[in-house]
T-cell receptor, first 114, second 114 residues
Framework: NAGVTQTPKFRILKIGQSMTLQCTQD?????MYWYRQDPGMGLKLIYY???????DKGEVPNGYNVSRSTTEDFPLRLELAAPSQTSVYFC?????????????FGPGTRLTVT | DAKTTQPPSMDCAEGRAANLPCNHS???????VYWYRQIHSQGPQYIIH???NNETNEMASLIITEDRKSSTLILPHATLRDTAVYYC???????????????FGKGTKLSVIP
């Protein structure tokens, strides 16, 4: 299994541009998440999904959109990029095993908006 | 989810045990203690979790006090590759959607010294 893969690894955007961060998992996990991590800080949840066709907002959803048309894919869309969206973005997936909700993270996408 | 408190940084000599403390004095009866770590620039990695009994796996041991207000993650023989930020997270098991979010604080930066 490749686990959770994210593309691209790095991206520089100009203010006002849009882009989609791709996330794919091959573990057949129902639950998927998008986090952002600003320098020196912990991760903050942007959006999550509990299954195909179901998404919901996390702690910091403004400026982002998501969709979940398949179990495997959970793309994150940035519309009208702003410098405040400069961050590292991590996608994760998980499943329920007994009492555990271990989340498996991708390698991240480093985004700079200038 | 209950709030956690961790020291911002710790050092450990290579080959020695690393003991990382976490306070969670407001933890409730149905909340689990999770530990994740993040090696520089990578996505977080699940380590271990527990409710009230001590737990051990191939990576680490988790010691939870009898009153459950604090816990210690133990890496028995720290190596240079264990240098990372370690996150202690307390979360409950709920039945509704959105039950699977993890709230990451700033964690403890562990430096393993040769």
């Amino acid at each position: 299994n490749a686990g959770v893969t994210q593309t691209p690894k790095f991206r520089i955007l100009k203010i006002g541009q849009s882009m989609t961060l791709q996330c794919t998992q091959d573990m057949n996990h129902n639950y998927m998440y998008w986090y952002r991590q600003d320098p020196g800080m912990g991760l903050k949840l942007i959006y999550y999904s509990v299954g195909a066709g179901i998404t919901d907002k996390g702690e910091v959803p403004n400026g982002y959109n998501v969709s979940r048309s398949t179990t495997e894919d959970f793309p994150l869309r940035l519309e009208l990029a702003a410098p405040s969206q400069t961050s590292v973005y991590f996608c994760a997936s998980s499943y329920k095993r007994d009492t555990s909700y271990e989340q498996y993270f991708g390698p991240g996408t480093r985004l700079t908006v200038t | 989810d209950a709030k956690t408190t961790q020291p911002p940084s710790m050092d450990c000599a290579e080959g020695r045990a690393a003991n990382l403390p976490c306070n969670h004095s407001t933890i409730s009866g149905n909340e689990y203690v999770y530990w994740y770590r993040q090696i520089h620039s990578q996505g977080p990695q699940y380590i271990i979790h527990g409710l009230k009994n001590n737990e051990t796996n191939e990576m680490a041991s988790l010691i939870i006090t009898e009153d459950r207000k604090s816990s210690t993650l133990i890496l028995p023989h720290a190596t240079l590759r264990d240098t990372a930020v370690y996150y202690c997270i307390v979360r409950g098991i709920y039945s509704g959607a959105g039950s699977y979010q993890l709230t990451f604080g700033k964690g403890t930066k562990l430096s393993v010294i040769p």
